[in-house]
């Protein structure tokens, strides 16, 4: 929830500047708590009522309420496999294991169901997929590939979303048509090389894990995993952002000092700080680079 609250934040300033119009997008693109983020836009819900939603911990419309999706919480995460022949897999296909995925696969499957995930995106877009382009991604577990769900997939957007947020360790991987999902993270949390590969010329990427830190294992678990994964997000962004086109246009909007403090060292499925970031994203500029 934290990376939803940091998103909705930094769009309620892009468009306080200027710099962001919801109705001009014509692509979004979606991961984990992205998805969630870019569903909630095609359901016409604007930065502001995003906050509002996620502030207060409810939706209502129309004398219909929800509340938003619990969140799992495992303050260690006992060491387990929950795919054990995922790397023997890949290099039985002689394809290189995605560093994401062979983490992901050491730690046992989480203990929740995303089925209130689902719930509260299908009660929200009224079961319909944005009239914008929206792409969600996944992981496909067997195959080790990721999955982008749109409108045509078969599926309603609930169960994209709920696939794309199936955090390992802490959320049960989605099931759907017979294949396992898990959070489109374990393979990239920014999907810049999808975006560029769509054809897009003028890209905005908000990406709250992004920058490099330090590991501290004595942390403990679920934030050296936190650590670990935002450094290889920035490296395996810096490397595609090297190869841009001339003529692709990036913006890279990134947490500022205090608000990565709050993303850094915690789990970024850490209700407690929800609040505090919401207050210190407000209140602070978000980092912006401009690429071309």
């Not at 979606?30 to 207060?56: D, V, Y």
């Not at 792409?135 to 169960?159: C, H, L, Y």
């Not at 010329?201 to 330090?214: D, E, F, M, V």
């Not at 890279?252 to 915690?266: D, T």
Request: glycine share 8%; with cysteine; charged share 20%.
């Amino acid at each position: 929830m934290l990376g939803a609250a940091w998103i909705a934040s930094s769009l309620n300033f892009l468009e306080s500047k200027n710099l962001w119009k919801q109705e001009n997008d014509d692509l979004r693109i979606g991961t984990s708590a992205g998805s969630l983020i870019a569903s909630l836009l095609g359901g016409g819900l604007n930065p502001s009522e995003l906050i509002k939603i996620l502030s207060t911990g409810r939706f209502h419309n129309e004398g219909s309420e929800i509340n938003l999706p619990s969140v799992p919480s495992r303050e260690k995460i006992p060491f387990g496999p929950s795919d054990s022949s995922y790397l023997l897999r890949s290099l039985l296909k002689g394809r290189a294991p995605h560093l994401g995925i062979l983490v992901a696969s050491l730690f046992p499957e989480g203990e929740q169901s995303t089925s209130q995930v689902e719930e509260f995106v299908n009660m929200v877009v009224n079961n319909k997929w944005s009239s914008t382009t929206t792409w969600i991604v996944a992981t496909e577990v067997s195959s080790g590939k990721r999955k982008i769900f749109t409108d045509k997939s078969g599926v309603n957007p609930g169960q994209a979303v709920a696939a794309s947020c199936a955090v390992p360790a802490l959320y049960l991987p989605v099931t759907i048509n017979s294949k396992k999902y898990i959070d489109g993270g374990a393979i990239s949390c920014h999907n810049l090389d999808v975006a560029v590969s769509s054809g897009a010329k003028n890209i905005t990427l908000l990406s709250p894990i992004s920058g490099y830190t330090k590991i501290n294992f004595k942390s403990g678990i679920n934030r050296a995993l936190n650590q670990f994964t935002r450094n290889t997000e920035q490296f395996s962004m810096d490397q595609i952002v090297r190869k841009l086109p001339l003529d692709i246009n990036l913006r890279v909007i990134s947490p500022g000092k205090e608000s990565r403090k709050i993303l850094s060292s915690s789990s970024l499925m850490n209700s407690e700080k929800l609040s505090e970031l919401l207050v210190v994203a407000a209140n602070e500029v978000p980092e912006i680079k401009e690429v071309f």
